[in-house]
């Protein structure tokens, strides 16, 4: 397989979709709900999510596609090649606000992250990793990650984690939000993982997230020496729903120790 050929590919599809993206601001969208009534999706997402499957098995019949809205393969095991794709990743942000939202991209073989691609449409800003080749912001290299201390950093996560919730003792977050420099929370996951990887953030963790949501910032932040696991400090699968805690190296170690060991994530 051409690797080039498949990360030319997938960086020219994903500034078409951000294209088409950018041109439905004018329109109405059409909004759903999912799981619940906080859980959006919209015409865009799927419209997008197809655009890329077609693309897709147009030039790679072969390899399978895992995507959010559904649209893609069945996908119960990461051999061969697999593209995990989530169209618009910030869909309530793309709803309310029109901006905080990206494209995230992952291409996957034998389950190792090849390619990842987050592409923060109204930024026109394409972050993008070829393992081993480095990673960039639009054309410019991103620099290896630096160590960081708890109190100089920024941790991104979502409020709903520091108060009463159903999965996990909110208590358990709470010294570390207090140790740190500060905390953000911009509803994207994908952004949040790139913005460890630019370093405008120190680490984002998350009680759950899917494959999509993480695939491509996961490729870009570990090109970078930044550390992805779950909140148990272990491998994510890629397959399956999990918590997910990413830093910048060091940073990553300390907080697993001295801040996560007693949950049950
Ligand atoms: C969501 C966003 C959000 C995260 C949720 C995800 P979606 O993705 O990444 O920041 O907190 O867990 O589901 O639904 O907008 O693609
Ligand atoms: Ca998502
Ligand atoms: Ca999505």
Same mark, same amino acid.
């Not at 619940?36 to 859980?39: A, G, I, M, V, Y």
């Not at 989530?86 to 910030?90: E, K, L, N, S, Y």
């Not at 309310?96 to 905080?100: D, G």
């Not at 108060?163 to 358990?172: A, V």
């Given at each position: 397989m051409n690797w080039e050929n498949v990360y030319s590919h997938a960086k020219q599809w994903v500034k078409e979709a951000g294209e088409r993206i950018r041109q439905s601001f004018d329109q109405t969208l059409n909004i759903e709900t999912k799981t #619940? /009534? #906080? &859980?959006l999706v919209t015409n865009i997402d799927k419209e997008t999510e197809q655009f890329f499957i077609k693309k897709i098995k147009e030039v790679y019949p072969s390899h399978k596609i895992l995507g959010e809205e559904g649209f893609g393969d069945q996908v119960d095991? !990461?051999?061969g090649t697999v593209w995990l794709i &989530? /169209? $618009? &990743?910030?869909t309530m942000n793309f709803i309310? %606000? %029109? =901006?905080?939202f990206a494209i995230s991209l992952g291409v996957y073989e034998n389950g190792v992250g090849k390619i990842g691609l987050v592409y923060d449409v109204v930024h026109d800003e394409l972050y993008h990793a070829f393992r081993g080749k480095g990673a960039f912001l639009n054309e410019k290299p991103i620099p290896p990650l630096k160590e960081a201390s708890v109190s100089e950093s920024i941790i991104a996560l979502n409020a709903t984690w520091v108060? /009463?919730?159903? =999965? $996990? &003792?909110? %208590? !358990?977050l709470i010294p570390l939000v207090r140790d740190a420099r500060g905390t953000r929370s911009y509803g994207t996951a994908a952004l949040e993982i790139v913005f460890v990887a630019t370093g405008r953030v120190d680490a984002y963790i998350s009680m759950r997230l899917s494959p999509w949501d993480y695939a491509g910032s996961a490729v870009i932040v570990e090109e970078l020496g930044g550390i992805i696991t779950n909140l148990r400090g272990e491998k994510l699968d890629y397959l399956s729903k999990d918590s997910l805690f990413v830093a910048k190296p060091g940073l990553h170690q300390t907080i697993l120790a001295e801040y996560l060991k007693d949950g049950k994530w």
């Open positions: #619940n /009534p #906080n &859980d095991s !990461l051999e &989530d /169209p $618009i &990743d910030g309310h %606000q %029109q =901006r905080n108060m /009463p919730n159903y =999965r $996990i &003792d909110h %208590q !358990l």
